[in-house]
């Protein structure tokens, strides 16, 4: 059964960090690039940053590069977002996806709220 489970999400002041983390099971994690997304309420859900199988290529959304890092234990099937210097604007469910040739699964997501 294929699961990405996350946590770590919850109520932080502006200016706090989070380190929101994925567990994944079911599936070939290191074969599988994974992301982080965001969707705030009436907004879509956007891309917040992305990792290669094995780590050697990220991105991210031009509002969360500097503050956030993504990363990934293939050893754990983990992939993490460290979030520093959160802002109001940050606030919105956060979502892990895993992505390979054929196959997509998206977590049930964890709230994130900045809030002072």
């Known amino acids: 059964q294929v699961q990405l489970v996350e946590s770590g999400g919850g109520l932080v002041q502006p200016g706090g960090s989070l380190r929101l983390s994925c567990a994944a099971s079911?599936?070939?994690?290191?074969?599988?690039?994974m992301s982080w997304h965001r969707q705030a309420p009436g907004k879509e859900r956007e891309l917040v940053a992305s990792?290669?199988?094995?780590?050697?290529?990220?991105v991210y959304a031009d509002s969360v590069r500097g503050r956030f890092t993504i990363s990934r234990d293939n050893a754990k099937n983990t992939v993490y977002l460290q979030m520093n210097s959160l802002k109001t604007e940050d606030t919105a469910v956060y979502y892990c996806k895993a992505l390979s040739p054929g196959f997509i699964y998206w977590g049930q997501g964890t709230q994130v709220t900045v809030s002072s």
């Open positions: 079911g599936f070939t994690f290191n074969t599988n690039a």
């Open positions: 990792i290669s199988t094995f780590g050697s290529s990220t």
